[in-house]
């Protein structure tokens, strides 16, 4: 394929002095025909400086102000727009090698992923679907519809690790065409549906062609509490319009926390849009379980094996009865991989203040 010529750029000391000189031009005649012209172009170019010294993200603390996060978001629409795609591989290409390649480090890393086996069945089987589509010519797993990877399960079972493995495997097998993630933003303090619509439009359709990463959803609902029931409803709304808009070129990876397999999502989803936006488009479910008592174990060893330390067996022992008695005692707000991860944190403390290496049962139990 013969590529067109990318036209040089100029370099950015250029643009900068030449934009200097332009901003004195223009300064000096409005200076001359009214003074007060002269100072709201000063006043101006000061607003535009802030903004754009907050997109390169020197000015942080500002997305934290309300009211200034919305004049950012409306003045720096059109510029985050312009950047689509800027956090996709510069290396990834259509090359099939290279994404087979990319298929199989994901893939190696789904072993990772302990205790879930049903679920990881659902996404192989999935991909699968995605290599036969892409085969014949059709990139995307919606057909003309948006595609949408529900990935819901119990707290702390490896739906974040899996929504990053899935950006890379759906690239390998052929799902998206471009190796790609946008984010969804997440509101700030108490910031109405309103001040965010505007980068919720600009993150979806910088998503297209790659994917939409909406990680621990349920900030949603949380927010519709705040607010009286309007994010999930607004958010679900604009996925929907620009499903609509670009077929086929939508692709979402979604996780939210629910009680498990038994369950078609979270509850969030059950209202009129979730259920209208499930009906329109094509969903897959990836459905994660929680954690039995081997798995937890295997976990609390990975992490004292990682931090250098040793695990015996009466040690191994203990730590699987306090990670069963804490999910007994937490029922559905046990959060798995947490649970031990935290043991282990508390444990490593405990041999460092003794200066041992090996965990003892009394090293478990003084916790």
């Not at 819901?152 to 993630?181: C, E, M, Q």
């Not at 990836?286 to 931090?307: H, M, P, S, Y």
Request: glycine letters at 8%; one cysteine or more.
């Amino acid at each position: 394929m013969i590529r067109a010529k990318r036209r040089a750029k100029l370099p950015w000391p250029l643009l900068l002095a030449g934009g200097v000189v332009l901003f004195i031009l223009a300064l000096s005649i409005l200076s001359a025909i009214k003074p007060y012209l002269g100072m709201a172009a000063i006043i101006l170019w000061l607003v535009l400086a802030v903004a754009l010294a907050y997109h390169a993200g020197y000015l942080p603390f500002l997305g934290q102000s309300r009211p200034a996060h919305m004049v950012l978001s409306f003045l720096l629409g059109p510029a985050a727009k312009a950047e689509e795609g800027r956090k996709s591989d510069p290396k990834a290409t259509d090359d099939p090698a290279d994404r087979a390649r990319i298929a199989a480090e994901a893939g190696a890393k789904l072993s990772q992923i302990l205790g879930q086996a049903d679920g990881l069945a659902a996404v192989r089987r999935y991909l699968t679907i995605a290599e036969d589509a892409a085969s014949r010519g059709r990139r995307s797993l919606g057909a003309d519809r948006a595609a949408i990877f529900l990935v819901h399960g119990p707290a702390g079972t490896g739906k974040s690790f899996l929504a990053k493995l899935l950006v890379d495997l759906l690239y390998g097998h052929g799902a998206v065409a471009i190796r790609k993630t946008v984010e969804l933003a997440r509101p700030v303090g108490s910031m109405a549906v309103a001040s965010l619509e505007r980068e919720w439009q600009v993150r979806i359709e910088q998503s297209l062609d790659g994917v939409l990463l909406v990680d621990n959803a349920d900030w949603l609902a949380h927010a519709d509490d705040l607010a009286g029931g309007t994010f999930v409803s607004q958010f679900l709304a604009l996925l929907d319009a620009a499903a609509s808009r670009n077929p086929g070129k939508l692709c979402v990876v979604l996780t939210a926390v629910s009680s498990g397999p038994d369950v078609r999502g979270p509850d969030w989803l059950e209202g009129d849009a979730g259920r209208r936006l499930l009906m329109r488009h094509s969903v897959f479910p990836v459905a994660f379980a929680a954690l039995g008592d081997k798995d937890l174990l295997a976990l609390f060893r990975n992490q004292i094996t990682q931090r250098g330390l040793k695990l015996g067996g009466e040690a191994e022992d203990t730590a699987e009865r306090m990670l069963r008695r804490e999910r007994q005692d937490h029922g559905a707000g046990f959060d798995n991989a947490e649970a031990a991860r935290r043991l282990a944190e508390q444990v490593a403390l405990r041999l460092a203040e003794r200066r041992a290496d090996t965990v003892t049962p009394a090293d478990l139990r003084d916790h």
